[in-house]
């Protein structure tokens, strides 16, 4: 381009000196002119005519001559003139393709553009609405596209889920709180038919003819032996323990009061069995005040000495420990009697009917513990039995030390 304008600079240059030396050339030839026609009126014809004649030719020459290389020189102009409009428009047609294609590579990069702000959040968003549709209403917050539109449609959507979730999530707790008000009315409900049961137990206890049959031959045979001493202290063994299984059936009592009671058991016991039967009595006093249901440990040993101990000829040991381990009491009965099988364990675990393998004593057996312990502590984990036909059984029972 640059060569061009210098060429055309150039041609400028030569035409102007080639007008200007026409436009001369035109002068001497009208002034010379004008004199061969003032001679030629003047003079006769001769040498003076002839000569300016001549003269007015070879202008005439100069001027063709001149007018010829003005002529060339249009060409010339004109031949590079279209040339230079030839690149120019090649130049145009280079540039109107890169134009072309940048608008090109612009309506691909805008169509991905769109296809991203608008096409795949309106797919986000009628997935998320068919989940919904599903029930599934634990989707992920869609964000927004930065387009109005579709915002305004999104945060009306996410608000409508959010709304769904939480009308879902308290109705769920206005059913948990039905059902555990449901749960606990039943609860209370059994809790009070077996603490009506565990009464009618302990007044047919009273008059339990194997018990009072054998505590009146025992203390007709103490009296016949002794001076009454251990007669007056069997007596009031068996009314305190008849007293705190009637007072304390519905309350709540503690460990220390419940070994209490157990040792006036086993003072009656004793009496009776002699040396047939040990009682053995270890209890920690970091569980003394544990609280639990009144009269729980007392049946736990007598089933141990009637089920356990009291069929086996050369006797046996009861033990009774009570232990802190972590954050629970556990207190195990321990007998060296006949034991059970796996299918008498299991029996003893599930059964509900608070009747069966009932005591002597209070007429409560162990389900009734089991029971009375479950409801309680709302706990169904509160007794482990682990026992070997011929060697025994023990009984853990897992008391909360909160109570």
Known sequence: ???????????????????????NTLDSYKEVSNDSILNFYIYDRGEIFYSKLKETRDITNFIVEYTNDLQNEYLKYSEELSKSITESNKIQNKIILVILGFMVLSGVYFAVSIEKGVTKPLNQLTESAYKVATGEFNIPELKNSNIYELDVVTMGFNTMVDEIHKFINKMKEKADIEKKLGEEELKNLMAQNMLKESRLKML????????????????????????????????????????????TIDHVTTVEKEIDIIKQYIYIQECRFGDRVKFNVDIDKSVLKVKLPGMILQPMVENALIHGIENKEEGGVIE???????????????????????????????????SKTKGHTTGLGVSNVISRLRLYFDNEDVINIFSEIGKGTEINLKIPMGG
């Open 320 to 354: 009774v420990t009570a232990r802190r381990i972590r954050d629970n009491c556990i207190v195990k009965i321990k007998d060296s009697g006949i034991g059970m099988t796996k299918e008498q364990i299991e029996k003893i675990l599930k059964e509900n009917d608070v």
């Open 204 to 247: 047919q206890s009273q008059i339990n003819p194997h018990f009072l049959f054998n505590t009146l031959n025992i203390i007709v045979i103490t009296a016949m032996e002794e001076e009454a001493e251990n007669t007056e202290k069997m007596i009031n063994s068996l009314a305190e323990l008849l007293r705190y299984s009637l007072n």
């Open 1 to 23: 381009m640059q060569n061009i304008g210098l060429q055309k600079v150039n041609n400028s240059m030569e035409e102007e000196m080639l007008i200007k030396n026409i436009g």
